[in-house]
C-alpha cells in the first residue's frame, strides 16, 4: 500500500523520506516573481557538522511541465539528485515559475527568461562560490541556451552545462505530440483574431495545471503495479515521449504519474508549438497579429533568433535517437549552432526515450558514470 501513496509526497517528503537533508529556499526573480528551490546539502550518511564548505554546488532543472521531484523520483542510488549529493555536490533543484512549488503570485507573469538567472545568483550568493554546474533536462536547456545567449554574463557563471535531451529546434518531432504542438501554434495564429494571445495580453495568460488531489487519487488506483488499468498510464507517457517499456521501472510509474505534469504557464506550451511550426528556428515569443508588441520588445515584427553563437559554457550534450521529443535531426542543428561542445554523448540503446534520461532503468549503468566522470573534471 505504502507505493501507492508515494505520489502525493512532495519533493522535500519523498527526500526526508530516505533520509536526506533537505532545504526549501525562496527566490525573488527581476520582475518580482517568487521562486522556491530545493537544496539537498550533503549526502544521507553524512554528517551536517563534519561537511566542509568546499562542495561543489551544481543545480539541476527540470523540463516543460516537471519540478524538482523529476529528479528523486527513482530512489536512493538512481535518482542523479540522490547521487550526486552522495558524491559530495552540493545540489539545488530548481522550479519553474507556475509550478506547483513556484506559485506564490496571485497573478502569474508566464516569461520565465528572468527564472534561471535568479536562481544561479541565489545560489552562488548563499554558497560564496564564483561559479557552479549546471544540468538540465529538455526545456530546462532550453532555459540555458536563451539565458546565456541573451544575458552572455552568465556564461561565466557556470563552469560546465550538461544537456540532458537538448530542447532548442523542435521541428523534427515525433508522435501523437505534434498534433498538440499544431493545436498550441493554431491558437495562436487561427483566422479567430488570435483569440488565445489577445486573451493572454489582456486577462493573463492561462496556466498549464498540475494534476487535481483526486486525480492524482484515481491514478494511484490505475497505475499501480496489480492494477489491470496500468497499461492506460505506461502508453499516455510514451505517446509524449517515445516507447520504451524496457526502460521504465514500473515500480515507479505511480510516482511519476503523481508528480507529472507539475504545471506550468500555457505560454511555455505555446512556445514550443511556434518552434515545431517554424522548422529551423529558435527565436523568441512571437506575438502574432501583435506585430506592435513584437516590435516594441523586439525591435523587429519578426522574433530575433537566439544567438547560440555567443554561449561559452563548455557544454555537454547527452541525447538519443528514440527521442520524440529532442530529435536527433533537432539536436544536430542545434550542434551546428554551438562554438563549444566539450561532449556529444549519445544513449548506446534504441530503447532510450526522454524521460528515460531521468528515469530509466539503464541510467545508472551506462549514463551517470560518463556524467559523472566529467562532472568530477570541472567541479
Known amino acids: ?13 519523498l527526500a526526508t523520506k530516505y533520509g536526506y537533508p533537505l532545504e526549501a529556499h525562496r527566490v525573488i526573480t527581476d520582475d518580482g516573481y517568487i521562486l522556491e528551490m530545493h537544496r539537498i546539502p550533503y549526502g544521507r550518511y553524512e554528517n551536517q557538522h563534519s561537511i566542509k564548505n568546499d562542495r561543489t554546488p551544481i543545480i539541476l ?9 523529476d529528479w528523486v523520483i527513482p530512489g536512493p542510488e538512481r535518482a542523479l539528485a540522490y547521487i550526486l549529493a552522495d558524491e559530495g555536490y552540493d545540489v539545488w533543484l530548481g522550479n519553474n515559475r507556475g509550478n506547483i512549488y513556484s506559485r506564490h503570485h496571485r497573478h502569474m507573469q508566464p516569461d520565465n527568461l528572468y527564472d534561471l538567472p535568479a536562481m544561479i545568483d541565489h545560489v552562488l550568493a548563499i554558497t560564496f562560490k564564483p561559479k557552479l554546474l549546471f544540468v538540465g533536462h529538455s526545456q530546462g536547456t532550453t532555459q540555458f541556451f536563451v ?31 505534434t498534433q498538440l504542438a499544431k493545436l498550441t501554434y493554431f491558437g495562436v495564429v487561427s483566422c479567430l483574431d488570435h483569440l488565445q494571445i489577445w486573451v493572454g495580453e489582456n486577462f493573463g495568460y492561462p ?24 497499461f492506460l498510464c505506461t502508453n499516455a507517457l510514451f505517446l509524449v515521449a517515445g516507447f520504451s517499456k524496457k526502460e521504465l521501472n514500473m515500480n515507479n510509474l505511480t510516482v511519476i504519474i503523481g508528480h507529472v505534469p507539475a504545471g506550468a504557464s500555457w505560454k511555455q506550451v505555446v512556445h514550443f508549438g511556434q518552434g515545431y511550426m517554424n522548422p529551423g528556428h529558435f527565436r523568441a515569443y512571437d506575438y502574432g497579429e501583435n506585430k506592435e508588441k513584437n516590435f516594441k520588445l523586439y525591435q523587429s515584427v519578426t522574433p530575433p533568433e537566439y544567438q547560440l553563437e555567443r554561449i561559452t559554457t563548455p557544454i555537454a550534450l547527452f541525447s538519443s535517437d528514440n527521442d520524440w521529443l529532442a530529435t536527433t ?41 560518463v556524467l559523472l566522470d566529467l562532472l568530477s573534471r570541472y567541479r
Open 1 to 13: 500500500m505504502a507505493t501507492r501513496i508515494r505520489d502525493i509526497f512532495s519533493s522535500p517528503d
Open 61 to 69: 532543472q527540470h523540463g516543460l511541465a516537471g519540478s524538482s521531484a
Open 147 to 177: 539565458m546565456t545567449s541573451m544575458k552572455p554574463e552568465y556564461n561565466s557563471k557556470v563552469g560546465l552545462a550538461v544537456c540532458l535531451a537538448p530542447a532548442a529546434y523542435t521541428g523534427h518531432l515525433r508522435g501523437p505530440v
Open 207 to 230: 496556466e498549464f495545471r498540475a494534476r487535481s488531489m483526486w486525480s492524482k487519487f484515481v491514478s494511484s488506483f490505475l497505475c499501480h503495479n496489480d492494477a489491470p488499468t496500468q
Open 329 to 369: 535531426e533537432d539536436v544536430s542543428m542545434l550542434k551546428s549552432r554551438l562554438n563549444n561542445i566539450i561532449v556529444d554523448y549519445k544513449a548506446p540503446f534504441n530503447s532510450f526515450n526522454h524521460y528515460d534520461f531521468l528515469w530509466g532503468n539503464s541510467a545508472v549503468r551506462v549514463l551517470y558514470p
